[in-house]
């Protein structure tokens, strides 16, 4: 069974652009969660997505925003990038909400100069 | 608020050597506790996963212990290898609350595992 899928691996952007990352979740799963890893914050919960619905949200501004497909594909975006904005951002499925634990993908190294 | 400590935030052994990790937490009603190892690079994988009733649960070589009275936690990793240098994450998740973003994640302890 293929595991969590997250395109691309690794991403640069500038300040003020957008950008789009992806996430396909182990098959037959329909909960798929979205984190900011940094190496000072650790794991950082940005969003919840389950039946292509957000059901929660974690504290972060509004230039964060998701999506999820009913094939439970998911995209993650970010507008108006800014420095700080740099980290892996991770996905994790699993196949309903609050089941544990959640499978993660590999994550996007996203950089921006 | 809930918290998750983690302990010591890195450490460095010798090939062969026994290591302990330390988790705290502060996470209540207390629902379940997992730990995770993230290799550089790659996303955290799942090692243990323990409920209110379990005090001992083993992968491999990876053994992990629960106290819900004292709300601490350890990572138990025997005759360490090369391939164990990694992060390895605490996340706690409150009962009613497991869904997730309710779950809160320890700040991870950095293993280096050297020859």
């Known amino acids: 069974k293929a595991g969590v899928t997250q395109t691309p691996r690794y991403l640069i952007k500038t300040r003020g652009q957008q950008v789009t990352l992806s996430c396909s979740p182990i098959?037959?799963?329909?909960?798929v969660s979205w984190y900011q890893q940094t190496p000072g914050q650790g794991l950082q919960f940005l969003f919840e997505?389950?039946?292509?619905?957000?059901?929660n949200k974690g504290n972060f501004p509004g230039r964060f925003s998701g999506r999820q497909f009913s094939n439970s594909r998911s995209e993650m975006n970010v507008s108006t990038l800014e420095l700080g904005d740099s980290a892996l951002y991770l996905c994790?499925?699993?196949?309903?909400?609050?089941?544990?634990?959640?499978?993660f993908g590999d994550g996007t190294r996203l950089s921006i100069l | 608020k809930n918290q998750v400590e983690q302990s010591p935030q890195s450490l460095i052994i010798l090939e062969g050597k026994n290591c302990t990790l330390q988790?705290?937490?502060?996470?209540?009603?207390?629902?379940?506790l997992r730990w995770y190892k993230q290799d550089t690079g790659r996303g955290p994988v799942s090692l243990t996963i323990?409920?209110?009733?379990?005090n001992t649960k083993s992968n491999g070589r990876y053994t992990a212990t629960l106290d819900a009275d004292t709300k601490q936690s350890s990572l138990h990793i025997t005759a360490s290898q090369l391939s164990d240098s990694a992060s390895y994450i605490c996340?706690?998740?409150?009962?009613?609350?497991?869904?997730?973003?309710?779950?809160?994640f320890g700040d991870g302890t950095t293993l280096t595992v050297k020859p």
């Open positions: 994790a499925s699993s196949v309903d909400r609050g089941d544990q634990p959640q499978h």
């Open positions: 098959s037959g799963h329909r909960s």
């Open positions: 997505y389950f039946s292509e619905t957000q059901r």
């Open positions: 988790c705290n937490y502060t996470v209540s009603p207390f629902s379940n």
């Open positions: 323990m409920t209110f009733s379990e």
């Open positions: 996340v706690v998740s409150a009962f009613f609350n497991t869904n997730a973003g309710k779950s809160t």
